[in-house]
C-alpha cells in the first residue's frame, strides 16, 4: 500500500513542479510505515502543508490533508494542488 500512495503523492509532486513558487517533496520517515508530500511556499516560508494520501477498504484513493480531511480524489493532482495552493499562498490587499 506505502507504493500505491508514494505513486499517487508524487503524482501531486509532480504538479507542483508547474508551479514555479511552489516546492514539493515526497518524505518517508525512516522506520515507518508514514509517508507524505511536504509543499512549501517559497515566497513565504512559513506557508507550508502536509499532504497524505489515504486508501480507503473500498478501493478509493483521496489526498488528504496533515490533519486527515479530504482534499480530493488521487485522479485529480490539478484540482487537489490547486486547493493547496489557495491555502498556502497568502491573501494579497
Not at 507524505?36 to 480507503?56: K, P, S, T, W
Amino acid at each position: 500500500m506505502r507504493d500505491e500512495r508514494r505513486e499517487h503523492l508524487t503524482t501531486l509532486l509532480n504538479e507542483f513542479e508547474t508551479r514555479p513558487i511552489f516546492r514539493a517533496r515526497v518524505v518517508e520517515p525512516y522506520g515507518t510505515d508514514f509517508i507524505y508530500l511536504r509543499v512549501v511556499n517559497q515566497d513565504a516560508g512559513v506557508l507550508a502543508e502536509d499532504i497524505g494520501c489515504r486508501i480507503e477498504e473500498d478501493g478509493r484513493h483521496w489526498f488528504t490533508w496533515s490533519w486527515g480531511d479530504i482534499i480530493g480524489p488521487v485522479g485529480d493532482p490539478e484540482g487537489a494542488a490547486d486547493k493547496i495552493q489557495r491555502v498556502i499562498t497568502p491573501e494579497r490587499p
